[in-house]
């Protein structure tokens, strides 16, 4: 069933030309559209993007919201809603830190759908260190207030100089988020292990692309065993970097994503456009 525009996530398009096949582009939480725009002017020559803002962020946290709490599930349906708003049909699927766990959670509601998965920085599993911490995040965030706990969090997950750039970016764009929806996205940590383990036993033959940095000290262990139990993960470690790589590396970022894509479309679309 279409939705009424208002009702729909806030979204960009960019065609590259009607039989592009299409990219959703799904940040992470103090994100928005911005934080892909070293993505849309590469990806955007070949694929068709559908860029959106997640319910409090960007252009989102301009409209009212009467929502109490939000689950991994019901922001993947809401995405889904545009798309169907759109008629895309198959689409691949982009996220990047908790992004990646919103595309997984797509990939599991629609799987005929999705032709494609690409995971930068992917939050696959929480180690028993990072579960004591999501617990105690409820509680500091309480402390200190939800923006300065989202500071030290972004230090503590870019804690070197070369991280720099990424911090910036994500401290700056967390500003649109109010302390409502600060608290509405932190109590999702509450279910996020429980997510990520189904997500990640779960098996499917559709491709998938996971881009991580070698400094990434939080999250990188677990994907590396997520791509040795699933034959259908590629994993691409980037030396030098931490978590976000669509930012630190952005340009080595894109051209592992344009070949990933590449290697997977239809033989008959390739030829077509040569």
Known sequence: MLRRIEDLLYHETHIAHAAAEWLVLIHGAGGSTVTWKRQVPELGQRYNLLVLDLPGHGRMSERPNNETAYTFEHIGERIWAVVDHLRLGAVHLLGVSLGSVIALSMREQRPQQVASVVNGGAIVRLSSGLKV?????????????YPAFYRISARIMMPRKNHQRSREVFIR?????????????????????KTLKRLFAAHSDIPQLVVMGAQDHLFLDQAQRYARLHESVRLEVLPRCGHVVTIEQAERFNALCMAFLLSIEKPQLVNERC
Do not use: H
């Not at 911490?133 to 207030?145: E, R």
């Not at 500003?175 to 940590?189: D, I």
């Open 133 to 145: 911490l999501a617990t105690a995040s409820l509680t500091m965030a309480k402390v200190i207030g």
């Open 173 to 193: 764009e967390s500003r649109f988020l109010s302390t409502a929806e600060f608290r509405k996205w932190t109590s999702m940590y509450q279910g996020l292990n």
